[in-house]
């Protein structure tokens, strides 16, 4: 089992970054694919993106590609997610996700076993 700690997550104004982090529990950190989605008031949760064991391979959603980066450092248990060019649209509690089984769509959040409470991150016009 993983425990997941979200940090980094803020307010900012449109066109700004923020950098979360995604602190996991464990010594097997390295065994589990992770992902970020996000939830936005009255919506449902939908993915962000996802990356795998080694950091090789990343998936990315349509609406945050070529501004948001994940990565994620193996020998410290975390995973990070920059995001640039911030949109009000990108307004949601963001939570990090893992599982241990291979993907058969990192895109949907029912592949993962273990979530982390989320952090907010408010952008504004």
């Known amino acids: 089992q993983v425990q997941l700690v979200e940090s980094g997550g803020g307010l900012v104004q449109a066109g700004g970054s923020l950098r979360l982090s995604c602190a996991a529990s464990?010594?097997?950190?390295?065994?589990?694919?992770m992902g970020w989605f996000r939830q936005a008031p009255g919506k449902e949760r939908e993915f962000v993106v996802a990356i795998s064991k080694s950091g090789g391979v990343t998936y990315y959603s349509d609406s945050v590609k070529g501004r948001f980066t994940i990565s994620r450092d193996n020998a410290k248990n975390t995973v990070y997610l920059q995001m640039n060019s911030l949109k009000p649209e990108d307004t949601a509690v963001y939570y990090c996700?893992?599982?241990?089984?291979?993907?058969?769509?990192?895109?949907?959040?029912?592949?993962?076993?273990?979530w982390g409470q989320g952090t907010q991150v408010t952008v504004s016009s």
């Open positions: 464990g010594r097997t950190f390295s065994s589990y694919y």
């Open positions: 996700a893992a599982t241990a089984s291979a993907y058969r769509d990192p895109r949907s959040r029912f592949e993962y076993e273990f």
